[in-house]
């Protein structure tokens, strides 16, 4: 096979390194392919499904496969196949870049009639997925502005989900507040849940021109799902200053669904100044690459046209399969009757196991309430040389999980956030570097063999750490 550099010897031109060597990067492109969590993230997932499949991994967001979920959507994906003229009409021809009108009437309609948002199509943007999607969102609202303001997005409760963090295609456009750490029972401290410390968020905006306020709901890392009344001051917060709410709701109700209170399924949070984002990724289709933004004429407008320059339009084959769901409201039924039992399942067992193995090793772990999506966010107070040390002492083991300290990016630019001086919390400061990301949509018994892996493995760095400490 022909490689770079045998063409470059075979004309004279420039040989594959030589290539990289030379690239005299622009600011967007030094900041946008340089290294960064979420790439190292990605890059860990494509190896462990391609090349190591010996790799127990517990680490990225692909979700379950859950049966009778996939066999809708091969049924619904069959019956589109078959239909020859919908084939062609989808696939021979670009949709427009907001999305295929009659996806989108369909969309607009299910959340207007089940919901009451007072929305039509005009208000729901086709992206790319939802990460395309908030690229675009947030590069739209924040940055460098004609009159010269930096306006940034505001994280409310830190940590928050990594695929964020490098986004900007100006530097700095996140701060962020740490998170308030609470243990709402009493009687077990093992169990602790983050909530928004509204001090430190005002004390950030009267310091930042701040654009939009940014939550994922659930959280990603930690499962958190904020309260609604945290929704609601943060909305109140937004319309004071003059911002937006993106509330990402990739793991969230009405769809896909993965959250503990079923009550999250009966309605979605609109306040004055919400932006609502989605996915059909978690709910079993995440190589269709689809998600969906719901927002303001002009916004959905803006993204559209963003769509138009990056990508001219979006794929067809999620709408057009996912499309059905929504006219009928099966959707709803599917993350009602199907996703959110089915997680509530793996959830209950997941945390079970996890602390079985814990007390079995004798390492004093905590969890954050898993309120939501499919992740464990296990905090060690013992870890002391942190949790990237874990993490490459697990995958060396065979386990891919996530070390948790990407997660909590935007404080550093905060740095006068906290106690009035930029004191920081000692608690918080030391709790960053001591968590770890699990997930546990994987197979059940390759949760079971990691799990033992991760508590043995814990074990044995905290115990190096504390030797090292003595
Ligand atoms: C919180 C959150 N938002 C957005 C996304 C991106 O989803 P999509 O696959 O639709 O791009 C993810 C994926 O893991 C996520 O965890």
């Known amino acids: 096979?022909?490689?770079?550099?045998?063409?470059?010897?075979?004309?004279?031109?420039?040989?594959?390194?030589?290539?990289?060597?030379?690239?005299?990067?622009?600011?967007?492109?030094?900041?946008?392919?340089?290294?960064?969590?979420?790439?190292d993230l990605m890059n860990d997932i494509g190896?462990?499904?391609?090349?190591r499949p010996d790799l127990l991994a517990l680490g990225g967001g692909n979700p379950a496969a859950i049966p009778e979920m996939q066999a809708l959507?091969?049924?619904?994906?069959?019956?589109?196949?078959?239909?020859?003229?919908?084939?062609?009409?989808?696939?021979?021809?670009?949709?427009?870049?907001?999305?295929?009108?009659?996806?989108?009437d369909a969309f607009a309609r299910l959340f207007a009639e089940r919901f009451g948002l007072p929305i039509t199509s005009k208000n729901v943007a086709v992206v790319s997925g939802a990460q395309l999607g908030a690229f675009g969102l947030l590069n739209l609202l924040a940055g460098r502005t004609r009159d010269g303001r930096r306006r940034k997005i505001l994280i409310p409760a830190s940590p928050e989900y990594v695929g964020y963090a490098d986004m900007g295609v100006e530097p700095d456009l996140f701060v962020a507040c740490p998170a308030k750490?609470?243990?709402?029972?009493?009687?077990?401290?093992?169990?602790?849940?983050?909530?928004?410390?509204?001090d430190a968020v005002e004390?950030?905006?009267?310091?930042?021109?701040?654009?939009?306020?940014?939550?994922?709901?659930?959280?990603n890392p930690s499962g958190n799902v904020l309260r609604r009344e945290e929704l609601e001051r943060l909305d109140a917060l937004a319309v004071r200053i003059g911002a937006w709410l993106i509330v990402d709701s990739a793991y969230g109700g009405p769809f896909p669904g993965i959250v503990e209170d079923e009550r999250e399924l009966d309605s979605v949070f609109w306040g004055r100044r919400t932006i609502l984002t989605f996915s059909l990724s978690k709910i079993g289709l995440p190589g269709l690459r689809t998600g969906f933004v719901v927002a303001s004429e002009e916004i959905v407008e803006r993204l559209a046209a963003i769509t138009a320059i990056v990508g001219l339009a979006n794929g067809s084959l999620g709408q057009r399969i996912a499309k059905p769901f929504f006219e009928s409201g099966e959707i709803l039924r599917a993350s009602r009757e199907i996703v959110r039992p089915y997680y509530s399942r793996r959830r209950?067992?997941?945390?079970?196991?996890?602390?079985?193995?814990?007390?079995?090793?004798?390492?004093?772990?905590?969890?954050?309430?898993?309120?939501?999506?499919?992740?464990?966010?296990?905090?060690?107070?013992?870890?002391?040389?942190?949790?990237?040390?874990?993490?490459?002492?697990l995958k060396e083991r065979g386990v891919l999980a996530i070390p948790g300290?990407?997660?909590?990016?935007?404080?550093?630019e905060s740095a006068k956030i906290g106690d009035g001086e930029g004191e920081r919390d000692p608690i918080f400061e030391a709790h960053r570097r001591q968590m770890l990301r699990i997930?546990?949509?994987?197979?059940?018994?390759?949760?079971?063999?990691?799990?033992?892996?991760?508590?043995?493995?814990?074990?044995?760095?905290?115990?190096?750490?504390?030797?090292?400490?003595r």
């Open 1 to 39: 096979m022909t490689n770079l550099t045998d063409v470059a010897d075979l004309t004279g031109k420039m040989g594959a390194a030589e290539m990289k060597a030379g690239l005299d990067l622009s600011i967007f492109g030094e900041k946008l392919s340089g290294q960064s969590g979420i790439l």
């Open 47 to 51: 190896e462990a499904v391609a090349l």
């Open 73 to 104: 959507w091969r049924k619904s994906a069959a019956e589109f196949f078959a239909d020859g003229a919908a084939f062609d009409k989808a696939l021979v021809c670009y949709d427009a870049p907001q999305g295929d009108p009659a996806f989108l």
């Open 181 to 198: 750490i609470t243990f709402p029972n009493p009687d077990n401290p093992q169990i602790f849940k983050y909530v928004v410390d509204f």
């Open 203 to 219: 004390r950030a905006v009267s310091e930042n021109d701040v654009a939009a306020i940014l939550v994922s709901r659930p959280t």
């Open 348 to 393: 209950a067992a997941a945390v079970a196991l996890l602390f079985d193995e814990l007390r079995r090793v004798g390492v004093d772990g905590r969890l954050h309430a898993s309120e939501g999506a499919f992740f464990l966010w296990l905090w060690t107070p013992a870890l002391t040389s942190g949790s990237k040390t874990l993490y490459r002492n």
């Open 405 to 412: 300290d990407e997660f909590f990016y935007g404080l550093d």
């Open 439 to 469: 997930s546990f949509s994987g197979a059940e018994s390759v949760v079971e063999r990691g799990f033992r892996i991760i508590a043995e493995t814990l074990a044995e760095t905290v115990d190096a750490d504390a030797r090292r400490s």
